[in-house]
């Protein structure tokens, strides 16, 4: 018994160093690098970011390419489009239905892990990639006929991948293109030769907490004046001149508010221009008037998930739906105007299951009603398109055989599009009464397919998590 006990122990010991050995090979192969990525939603919150502190040049790189400007039609200047209502007006008509391929392909490239959207203005393409070859944020000013490089404009720093890297859209007029890289760099370039202008660092400049996930949260040009909401520990929101950099104007920071993953929404409510942030811990809106730019008209911290993607929607009667992941459902403002001045009141509040709520992208407005993808938390209808009225009530859905994932949703005159996690194109007709599919096609083996679309005349601009593509919509 005792020879038989002592064996024991040796084979336990023996077992013991050699399941060691395995484990110190394995972490050293590092296989990390070979999970499966996504963005919030998907799995866990990570920790939070701890990026070692580093000095970035912002736009200290720069190349240029052969490729022209493609044709001039409607723009798709920034995040949601020129009015931000994510409803775009062919410049033509759109065909009834595709081939089981799906619609023509025009171009496609491959781009660094991401889900950055584009914007197109004057027959070009941007995007702001992450290159993890040269460890870099780079602005791509691609062609809108080919996808040809015309220029590329970026700054090096390491970003580790954490689901990704790359998240937000430029923000493009005829003389200025700007961006918001994953750790908060801010850069200014000409829009037509690249030209460095100026950038800045908002972790460093204004203390902001960059989000897990990196930074969601894409830049607004109104006007002449870039628009951005740090939520640092001394600045909530400011307008830098893009000519110069010169900060205008700044709105200190109303409490314990963090940089949320949303954007800023701007909005005219009782006749007055503001910019609309929902932060972590708190909602405020900015007033974008001369006489009183970067004073808070209101603020409310009834509105306050851990996580929040979606931007603020704003109704032309002053209603405001919010909807956040992660169970935070949404909620129904009201803002107007009082003695005193502006007032929000909560109207309506709704678990994901009880009324309409999306996780990461924006629901948009058409015809009156509101409509978005639920989450998976949803119940029955987790996950389904679906019709709701101003105050998120449900009215229809696409049903149970019909649900999508995390992509990008938006309206293209009478149709709506819809795109699948694994970049499945859903054409449906935009219809009072109930989802009517018009075409559907997987465009290509893909994964991950989260960034916004873009459009501009017939040209649907969408992708994945490492490629991007253009397709005809038009009618042939």
């Known amino acids: 018994m005792v020879r038989s006990l002592k064996w024991s122990l040796a084979v336990g010991a023996v077992l013991g160093v050699a399941g060691a050995v395995v484990l110190i090979v394995w972490f050293a192969r590092n296989p990390a690098v070979d999970l499966a990525e996504s963005v919030p939603g998907m799995d866990g919150r990570p920790p939070g970011l701890a990026a070692k502190a580093e000095k970035v040049r912002i736009g200290d790189l720069f190349n240029r390419g052969s490729g022209t400007a493609g044709v001039v039609s409607t723009p798709w200047p920034c995040f949601r489009g020129a009015d931000f209502s994510n409803h775009a007006k062919p410049s033509g008509p759109l065909a009834e239905t595709w081939e089981a391929s799906g619609p023509p392909v025009l171009w496609s490239i491959e781009l660094g892990e991401g889900y950055a959207g584009a914007a197109v203005l ?87 907490k960059i989000p897990d996930w990196y930074t969601g949260q894409c830049p607004l040009l109104d006007g002449e004046t870039a628009v951005l909401a740090p939520c640092g520990t001394n600045v909530f929101m400011l307008g830098v001149d893009c000519a110069t950099g010169k900060r205008l104007w700044t709105t200190p920071t109303p409490g314990a508010w963090l940089m949320s993953h949303s954007s800023i929404a701007p909005a005219v409510i009782n006749g007055k221009r503001m910019y609309v942030y929902a932060a972590i811990n708190g909602m405020a809106g900015v007033s974008a008037e001369t006489a009183d730019r970067g004073k808070i ?32 459902g949404s909620m129904v403002f009201q803002v107007g105007q009082g003695q005193e001045g502006f007032t929000v009141r909560a109207i309506r509040k709704f678990t994901p299951k009880d009324g309409l709520a999306c996780e990461q992208h924006t629901p948009f407005v058409f015809g009156g009603k509101l409509f978005g993808v639920l989450p998976k938390d949803a119940g029955a209808n987790r996950n389904q398109f679906v019709c709701a009225d101003p105050d998120g009530r449900i009215l229809w859905s696409s049903g149970k055989e ?24 859903t054409m449906a007709r935009a219809d009072a009464s109930g989802f009517k599919v018009m075409a559907k096609a997987r465009l290509f083996a893909g994964k991950d397919a989260y960034a916004p679309f873009a459009f501009s005349g017939t040209r649907l601009i969408l992708r994945d998590d490492k490629r991007m593509m253009c397709v005809e919509l038009g009618r042939r």
């Open 297 to 328: 008209l209101w603020q409310t911290t009834e509105w306050t998930p851990a996580v929040i993607a979606p931007a603020p929607v704003v109704m032309p009667d002053g209603k405001m739906f919010v909807t956040a992941g992660y169970g935070g």
């Open 402 to 425: 019909t649900r999508f994932g995390m992509g990008p949703f938006m309206a293209v005159g009478d149709r709506f599009l819809i795109l699948d996690d694994d970049a499945t194109l």
């Open 122 to 208: 004057g027959g070009r393409v941007f995007v702001l990639d992450y290159d993890e070859t040269r460890q870099a944020d780079v602005l791509k000013c691609l062609s809108l006929d080919d996808g040809k490089l015309i220029w590329e404009r970026g700054y090096r720093l390491r970003v580790k991948r954490n689901h990704g890297m790359s998240r937000t859209v430029p923000a493009v007029s005829d003389r200025f293109a700007v961006t918001v890289g994953p750790r908060g760099h801010v850069m200014c370039v000409e829009t037509e030769t690249g030209k460095l202008l100026w950038g800045l660092d908002m972790a460093e400049e204004f203390g902001t």
